[in-house]
């Protein structure tokens, strides 16, 4: 069982920046796959960014494209979204997510969640 543990959202201005970061219990961090998803009220819970273990591939969402990046430090068994120009439409619950993934951007085939960040960007 892999508990994964957010922080770092909050309230800011639309322009402003937040890094969040999700913490791993698992001594196997390194070989899940790892992910950002966000849930705005009312809205069903979407892909934003997701990379995969050690060497591969890093996606994102095209509405985040050029703004977020996501990384890890599996040294620290820690991911992190850094979230840049932030826009009033990038307000949600952000959830980091982990597991034995094929596609990535699937909410689906992801086995563990944490308890999710609150994100408000005001304008």
């Known amino acids: 069982q892999v508990q994964l543990v957010e922080s770092g959202g909050g309230l800011v201005q639309a322009g402003g920046s937040l890094r969040l970061s999700c913490a791993a219990s698992?001594?196997?961090?390194?070989?899940?796959?790892m992910g950002w998803f966000r849930q705005a009220p009312g809205k069903e819970r979407v892909f934003v960014a997701a990379l995969r273990s050690r060497y591969g591939s890093i996606l994102y969402a095209d509405s985040v494209k050029g703004r977020f990046t996501i990384s890890r430090d599996n040294s620290k068994n820690t991911m992190y979204l850094q979230m840049n120009s932030l826009k009033p439409e990038d307000t949600a619950v952000y959830y980091c997510a982990a597991g034995w993934v094929a596609v990535l951007t699937r909410t689906q085939e992801y086995d563990y969640w944490g308890q999710g960040t609150q994100v408000t960007v005001s304008s």
């Open positions: 698992a001594h196997t961090f390194s070989s899940y796959a």
